[in-house]
């Protein structure tokens, strides 16, 4: 039994579908290939676009984030906290300075990021645009009697909830020394003294600061005067150093401490006649009451203390 092999159609009309399909798949090929090229062109366009920089540099930024995140020696506000460290990375390189130095300097206060002061000063003694920090301090005499601001929680007509409202009381102090400190530098590039505003006790009674629980400026004055003097002068003369960022101190003395309304959530039971269900419900209510004011104390003594935090 033999072997029959079908030989191909030689028909004008079967030469002419081959001929077809092979001018079909040089299209289709041809396409393809464009194809290729414009996702190419596309994806270079893109990449070298602003969206597709930002982009390459978040993701990295994101990797080298994870390692610092991982690291045991950084601060406990950036350890574990990937969105930290990528804000403190993305700083670091802006200042042009070393990441774990952002880190160990940039604290979070209340919420907000703020700079140590000893930090301020260095990056202004080592900028190279000015001389040292230098400052000129001199006693005033005695505070006397001053008129300073405080808050309050004041409950307005008409409005449901307190508002926090600036109280204007007077106090003595002429058992205080108002002693006044003016920082200063010389800018190379001219040879002027730059000198900037002048910070006195009197005027930290004034604004507050130094009738705030747990104040620094009553149990170490001078040290507090040049922390101040020094943000007033970066913040005139080199205001680019701090990036807009306040000093510790300063997020300190401003920041007050949140107000909590306990009668908000104490409500009497409304009266469905004599039951103990009702007069048990009022005592765990007072007694919750009195719970989240012991709370409260306690979250205002620990927020007027520093937070010291060791690499």
Known sequence: MCNKQSNPDTSPQAQEKREEARDLDKDIAIADRQLQLANTRANAQYNL?????????????????????????????????????????DIAFRMNINALTVMQNLYIVHGNPSWSSKFL??????????????????????????????????????????????????????????????AYAVEKSTGETLEGDA??????????????????????PQLMLSYRAAAFWQRIYAPEISMGFRTVEEERDVEDVNYEDVTDSY?????????????????????????????????????????????
């Not at 040292?132 to 909830?161: A, C, F």
């Open 121 to 182: 000063v260095a990056s202004i003694n080592t900028c190279g645009r000015f001389t040292n920090l230098r400052y000129r301090k001199r006693n005033l005499g005695k505070v006397g009697k001053v008129k300073y601001n405080t808050y309050e929680w004041v409950q307005k007509e008409g409005k449901k909830e307190r508002e926090k409202t600036i109280v204007v009381k007077e106090g003595d102090f002429s058992n205080v020394d108002n002693w006044e400190c003016v």
């Open 267 to 311: 409500s009497i039971p409304q009266q469905h006649g004599a039951s103990g269900q009702d007069t048990k419900t009022q005592s765990t209510n007072v007694e919750d009451a009195k719970d989240r004011l012991r709370n409260r104390d306690t979250r205002q003594q620990e927020a007027v203390k520093p937070k010291i935090e060791m690499p």
């Open 199 to 220: 910070v006195s006790i009197a005027m930290a009674i004034q604004e507050g600061w130094y009738t705030k629980d747990g104040s620094k400026w009553i149990t170490m």
């Open 49 to 89: 676009s602003i969206a597709g920089q930002i982009q390459r540099q978040f993701e990295a930024l994101q990797r080298v984030a994870k390692a610092w995140a991982d690291s045991t020696i950084v601060p406990t506000s950036y350890r574990g906290n990937i969105g930290n460290c990528v804000i403190a990375l």
